[in-house]
């Protein structure tokens, strides 16, 4: 194997890994546990309001990011809704609680390695073994522009929480 496939196979497993994990997220909050009920009460009690249209925003922006990162279609976007719910749950669940995840109330340190994760698969691109790649959209997709697209997350994340969040109301 050359240094080339090298890179595409592990830039195709770090694609599958994280959009199977993204993937799993979207599931369990809709079927998982509580079911989307649950995960709106659980948004709710975070001031995400109202929860059950954040419970199936995150849930359907998983489950398609997801997907897109596994196929390495339209990968910045994939990414960006990944960078996206990570950095709403890093702001709203995890960032009073300290850096580390085995922390009471689980610390920031597993949603930053993810937001990071997310803007260097924007940025890099999906590789050769990719659907972006055989569609000849790979090279329109990657560095700077994937750089910015992958930052419509942070983006997308800022204007919801500017919009929806209001944490300790109790309504």
């Known amino acids: 194997m050359d240094d080339v496939d090298a890179i595409n196979?592990?830039?195709a497993v770090l694609r599958i890994a994280v959009g199977a994990m993204i993937i799993a997220h979207g599931y369990n909050h809709i079927?998982?546990?509580g079911r989307i009920e649950g995960t709106a009460g659980w948004f709710a009690s975070m001031g995400l309001r109202p929860g059950i249209?954040?419970?199936w925003m995150a849930s359907v922006t998983e489950l398609g990011a997801g997907v897109?990162?596994?196929l390495g279609l339209l990968t910045p976007l994939g990414a960006a809704g990944v960078?996206?719910?990570?950095v709403v749950a890093w702001i709203t669940a995890?960032?009073?609680n300290g850096f580390f995840i085995f922390k009471p109330g689980q610390g920031w340190e597993y949603v930053m390695i993810v937001t990071?994760?997310?803007l260097t698969i924007a940025t890099i691109g999906p590789g050769d073994w990719s659907l972006d790649n055989a569609l000849d959209l790979t090279e329109d997709l990657t560095g700077t522009t994937g750089l910015v697209l992958g930052l419509l997350g942070?983006?997308?994340a800022a204007g919801l929480l500017a919009a929806f969040w209001r944490p300790g109301r109790t309504d």
């Open 53 to 55: 249209v954040h419970a």
């Open 31 to 33: 079927f998982g546990g």
């Open 94 to 96: 995890h960032r009073t």
């Open 68 to 70: 897109l990162l596994i």
């Open 116 to 118: 990071v994760v997310g």
């Open 154 to 156: 942070v983006v997308g």
């Open 9 to 11: 196979l592990m830039l």
């Open 83 to 86: 960078v996206g719910v990570m």
